[in-house]
Structures are given as C-alpha cells and as structure tokens.
C-alpha cells in the first residue's frame, strides 16, 4: 500500500462529544428537543445535511435553511476550538510518524468545511502529516459518495488500489469502499450501526498492538491479491 486516507472527526481526533454539545446547544436555542442519545444518528453525516433532516423533521419555517445553520454550527464549532483544542486520539501521532518511516503516504477526506478540518489538525498537532486534505465545501457530494475518497486520490497521484482508508462511521466506511479503497474501521462508541457496505477489518483502537496489526496488513507491494486476503483473513480476529 503507499497511501492511507484518515476520516478526521472519530478517527485522528475524539471529536463527537465535542460536535454533540456543540449540535445541542445550537438546536436548543432553536427549540428543537434532542438528547444526546439522538445526535449519534448524525455520525459521519455533512452538517447541511443534517440540519436539512431536522428542518425537515421538525418543520422549522422563516429564513432558515440547511445551509445557513450548517454555516452558524460551523462557526461555534471554531469559536469552541480556541479555547478548547481538541487533541489526538492515543497512539495516532505515533501510527503516523511509523507510516512516514515506511514512506506511506497520509491524507484527510472529511465531510466537515475546510476551515475546521484545518484548525483540527493544526492544534492537534497533527498538520505537518497532511499536506493532501479534502474538506466536505471541496467536493460536489459529501460521503456515503465516494467523491471525497476520489477526490483525495486525485490529489495524492495514488490509484485507489494502492490505497487503505481509517473510518469510524457507516457513510465513511460506504464512501471508502465504493471509491475502491481497502477499509479499516475503528470501532468507536458511535460507530455500532450497520451500514449498506462493511469495512474490511475492523480494529479496536491504535494501540501498538492495533498498530502492528495495520502496518502488517499494509505491508504489500500488490502481490496477488490472494496472498493479500489471506493475510487480511489472518488477522480479522
């Protein structure tokens, strides 16, 4: 493999109790009754389409629309960034400081706007690692469409054969797969739903021990696929 795409919200950084207080606050001051049990639903989905769901739902009228509040959510959200930076999640800096040690190229496709996935990574101290960066107000469709995987590849110079994906949610697990990637999904508190395609090995964390387990699997220079499989095979359990 020589190149492998992070989702950023659940994967580089723990960023979903921080996107759910951020979603409540916003929905509160707009009447709108969540809990934060109901915010799980909107895992790896784009904020404007989220809040077209909720408008929809909860049939909000006047000036408001998908957009607007997506943008109003997207501003809070960098206003809590300055005073409460996000870090990242143990053991990525060190997965990708092994990748670059094995020359394995390292990109972000997120579904959220560019001037967050940008803060993220620069106050997680993760910015040096990704100078390829697709941000969901960069591509026409935001995941389950493959377009941001696509659009990463592009970008990268890298056949989507030569490259394996980190998701954490269903549409970003779909999105990776129907673009052609090798998918890993890391198991998280909001990644328990099933979704229409399934990752091809699921990992539990980036504990050294999840971390070999990913550099083991990474590591082909596109032998058969076969010999490729049953290694994947090896290590599923």
Known sequence: MKAVIFDLDGVLVDSEPFHAETLLSLAGELEIPLSLEDTRRFIGVSD?????????EHRLGGDLSAKVLAERQAQRSLDRLSVKPLSPRDGVPELLTELRSLGVATGVASSSATAYVDRV????????????????DQVQNCKPDPEPYRTALERMGIPAGWAAAIEDSPPGIESAKRAGLFCFALKTSGSQAEGVLKPDVVIKDFSQRERSRILYLLDSERVPDGIFQRRVKAHKS
């Open 48 to 56: 404007e389409e989220m809040w077209s769901i909720l408008i929809h």
């Open 121 to 136: 990574l620069s106050t997680a101290g993760l910015s040096l690692y990704f100078n390829v960066r697709v941000a969901g």
